[in-house]
Nanobody, 124 residues
Framework: QVQLVESGGGLVQAGGSLRLSCAAS????????MAWFRQVPGKEREFVAC????????YYADSVKGRFTISRDNTKNTVYLQMNNLKPEDTAVYYC?????????????????WGQGTQVTVSS
């Protein structure tokens, strides 16, 4: 079983930056595909970004393209989400997810394990 723990969330003004981290422990799989999703109350969880095991294949949601960067350090079993030029509409709980098959997906149901989430709040 894999445990994911997100950190790095907080309150930031519009235009600011935050860096989220997702640390994996337990039966980790360096070949797993990893992703970030986000959710606001009353709405479905939505895809933000995903990365393959090598870091060579990455996808972003159109809403964050050019502002967010996903990366991973397999030696530390950690995935990152660098968020720049944040906007109030980026306010959400951000979740890290992993998929052991290594196949990238933008859908929630495709992922095998999830973290507990970290709150990001962007003030205008």
């Amino acid at each position: 079983q894999v445990q994911l723990v997100e950190s790095g969330g907080g309150l930031v003004q519009a235009g600011g930056s935050l860096r989220l981290s997702c640390a994996a422990s337990g039966r980790t799989n360096s070949r797993a595909a990893m992703a970030w999703f986000r959710q606001v109350p009353g709405k479905e969880r939505e895809f933000v970004a995903c990365i393959d095991w090598s870091g060579g294949v990455i996808y972003y949601a159109d809403s964050v393209k050019g502002r967010f960067t996903i990366s991973r350090d397999n030696t530390k079993n950690t995935v990152y989400l660098q968020m720049n030029n944040l906007k109030p509409e980026d306010t959400a709980v951000y979740y890290c997810a992993g998929r052991d098959s290594g196949i990238l997906s933008v859908t929630v149901a495709a992922y095998d394990y999830w973290g507990q989430g970290t709150q990001v709040t962007v003030s205008s």
